[in-house]
């Protein structure tokens, strides 16, 4: 059985890391992602957008991570040491500090922007452990991502 509290299991949390193209670098969001637990498994998620919301870049591969830090706050030391490395990596699902890394390619991001009516939003699950809302402006041409969540 895991112990637990709400942002913390185990004296671990998990953040949310997204490669942000036109600053050449990884942002990890300094809100931990809410936890629970069943058995062995455990279910992250924002339950706002007030969380975690931002305009996503619909030239690029959207690029995300879970991040695993092994105590309840990431201070600002820790998480600049993950940005640095996450930022020199080709592969960043074999450091040690990323559960889940996932891709979405510009052709499937642009493909859902077209489908998505203004003023409308829509949950997408990127790999079978991660899902993603977006939200379509209803005055901008542009998307949002927001409220991530995640299974392990």
Not at 37 to 66: C, H
Request: with cysteine.
């Amino acid at each position: 059985m895991l112990s637990n509290s709400l942002f913390s299991l185990n004296d671990e949390s998990y953040y949310f890391a997204i490669y942000c193209s036109n600053q050449n670098s990884w942002y990890i969001s300094p809100k931990p992602f809410l936890l629970s637990a069943k058995g062995n498994s455990i279910l992250g998620q924002y339950i706002s957008s007030l969380w975690f919301k931002m305009k996503i870049d619909l030239n690029n591969t959207l690029r995300l991570a879970i991040i695993k830090h092994p105590n309840a706050e990431l201070l600002h030391n820790h998480k600049q040491r993950y940005i640095n490395i996450l930022n020199i990596t080709d592969d960043p699902i074999s450091l040690d500090f990323v559960s889940i890394y996932s891709e979405l390619n510009r052709e499937d991001l642009i493909d859902m922007f077209i489908n998505l009516e203004p003023g409308t939003s829509t949950n997408k699950e990127i790999t079978e452990k991660m899902s993603l809302s977006f939200c379509k402006s209803k005055q901008k041409n542009n998307i949002s991502l927001y409220c991530p969540s995640f299974y392990l």
